[in-house]
């Protein structure tokens, strides 16, 4: 059934879309003007030593313009979301334009194994939205949190502290897989419920680890990125479970498995219709006991060259010891890791388990302070 508006109503609202249209163009051209200051900014900030991102000023700019949308009649949730939008172009605007992911020159004969994860000429590099974050787009970043989340209390301490380092995604463990049986195995859902509600309040986005295929469904109502970790990487019932739930994943390396196994189980969860993965390096298992596992910083550039996937790096399970996190921390972005996953604990010396490995609110600070928000560097 038509409708016919009378002639005069047919012009003004005419007019009315014209005027919607210039309101748009407009704003598209300033769109392009807040582009280019960015830059400026970037090349400001590169010229000075800053990082890219300054945590502190976002959020209190966000907060001014929700404040002052309200006052305009616009919902403070619908400003805060083009804000977002608006300050990831932003970064993006800061990154030089010469950025380009490494292109494949590795063609191992086994790649079939892996022909959805490999890298191709032509299939561009797979960027995974997290929240605020997007993996492969360019920017380095930091998650961070605890190994385990143990109270109420100490997940909302350490929430805080995450957000004043500048930290947008946000770790901590549920339900822990632990060498012994009669260790601290996590509070479970409830520990969940803390860990999102801490997070939530702060802005941030959470990725927590599943260790059953049974926790799969309520873990993913919950965590905004699942976690398949070291110990689970070659549980095929389980990569399965997480691609299906339609969530970003975090899949770490085995202590003892080479690239190509670590390819083939993200192949499980390509082959499932979920791109989404993220591949982490967290140290393998060597003869050398000055560390708990042996950081293998070449599998990054490695695997920049064999996949599309984005690759980052987990510092505190490679070194057991706080004192030389940054130091990997710098080496993983040296050799152009997408970010790094690390421990901190508002009070390491209660910390449940994992305690040595754990940095310190103000080691954490140090690292996003270099690291959090800059350019990827292209080894």
């Not at 976002?58 to 313009?65: F, Q, S, Y």
């Not at 949308?69 to 334009?97: I, N």
């Not at 959805?116 to 974050?133: C, D, S, Y």
Request: proline share 6%; hydrophobic share 40%.
């Amino acid at each position: 059934m038509s409708t016919t508006l009378p002639q005069d109503s047919a012009l003004v609202l005419g007019t009315l879309r014209a005027s919607i249209n210039e309101i748009d163009q407009n704003i598209l051209q300033l769109l392009a003007r807040r582009g280019e200051v960015a830059r400026e900014v970037g090349l400001a900030k590169r010229l000075t030593g800053l990082p890219l991102f300054d945590a502190e000023r976002e959020h209190g700019h966000k907060d001014a313009l929700v404040l002052q949308g309200k006052q305009l009649g616009l919902p403070g949730q619908a400003v805060r979301a083009l804000y977002d939008v608006l300050a990831r172009l932003g970064v993006a605007a800061q990154v030089p334009l010469s950025h380009e992911p490494s292109r494949p020159r590795l063609t191992p004969p086994d790649s079939e194994d892996f022909r959805l994860a490999r890298a191709e000429p032509g299939r561009p590099q797979t960027r995974v939205q997290v929240g605020e974050v997007e993996f492969g787009s360019g920017i380095f970043e930091v998650i961070a949190g605890p190994c385990a989340v143990e109270s109420e209390a100490q997940i909302e301490a350490a929430a805080d502290h995450c957000r004043a380092a500048g930290v947008r995604l946000m770790r901590g463990g549920c339900f822990k897989p632990r060498t012994s049986p009669h260790a601290f195995q996590g509070h479970g859902l409830t520990a969940l419920n803390w860990l999102e509600r801490a997070a939530r309040r702060r802005g941030m986005a959470i990725v927590t680890e599943v260790l059953e295929p049974a926790d799969v469904a309520p873990v993913a109502e919950k965590a905004d990125m699942l976690q398949v970790g070291a110990r689970n990487m070659q549980n095929a019932p389980l990569l399965r479970g997480c691609a299906r739930t339609g969530r970003p994943v975090l899949l770490k390396r085995g202590a003892g498995s080479s690239l190509r196994e670590l390819l083939c189980a993200a192949e499980y969860m390509l082959a499932e219709g979920n791109p989404q993965v993220v591949l982490c390096e967290r140290g393998i298992r060597t003869f050398e006991t000055a560390t708990r596992n042996t950081l293998d910083l070449s599998a990054v550039p490695s695997l920049r060259e064999l996949t599309h996937l984005p690759v980052i790096v987990d510092p505190s399970h490679a070194a057991g010891r706080d004192e030389i996190v940054h130091a990997l921390c710098r080496g993983a972005w040296g050799v152009g890791a997408d970010g790094v996953i690390v421990e901190m604990h508002p009070r390491r010396e209660e910390a449940l388990s994992d305690k040595r490995q754990a940095l310190t609110p103000h080691q954490l600070a140090e690292i996003t302070g270099g690291l959090q928000g800059v350019e990827v560097w292209e080894a």
